[in-house]
């Protein structure tokens, strides 16, 4: 069983940067590819950012507009600048046993707990 912890979420106001953090406990996640989704309450979970095994290729989603970078050199961050109101939200790690980095929720098999990131002023 993999299990992922998130940190790093908070209070922020618009414009400025968090630095979320993603760990998993007794592995390490050179065979897993992982992702970023978030939600805000009364809306699906929505794709962010994701990162392949091998570490050969990285995927966004549309509206990261180069203002997120993901990446995993132990541990899973994404770096977040420019943050907007919009982009409140829980934000959750998720992995899967290799396979190609992937748009949807449902191709991933383990889920942390969230970190709260609020973005206001």
């Known amino acids: 069983q993999v299990q992922l912890v998130e940190s790093g979420g908070g209070l922020v106001q618009p414009g400025g940067s968090l630095r979320l953090a993603c760990v998993t406990s007794?592995?390490?996640?050179?065979?897993?590819?992982t992702a970023w989704f978030r939600q805000s309450p009364g809306n699906e979970r929505q794709f962010v950012a994701a990162?392949?095994?091998?570490?050969a290729n990285t995927l966004y989603a549309d509206f990261v507009k180069g203002r997120f970078a993901i990446s995993r050199p132990d541990a899973m961050y994404l770096q977040m600048n420019n943050l907007k109101p919009e982009d409140t939200a829980n934000y959750y790690c998720?992995?899967?046993?290799?396979?190609?980095?992937?748009?949807?929720?449902?191709?991933?098999?383990?889920w942390g707990q969230g970190t709260q990131v609020t973005v206001s002023s």
């Open positions: 007794g592995r390490t996640f050179s065979t897993y590819t």
């Open positions: 998720a992995a899967k046993k290799y396979g190609s980095t992937s748009r949807s929720y449902i191709d991933y098999d383990y």
């Open positions: 990162f392949h095994f091998s570490g």
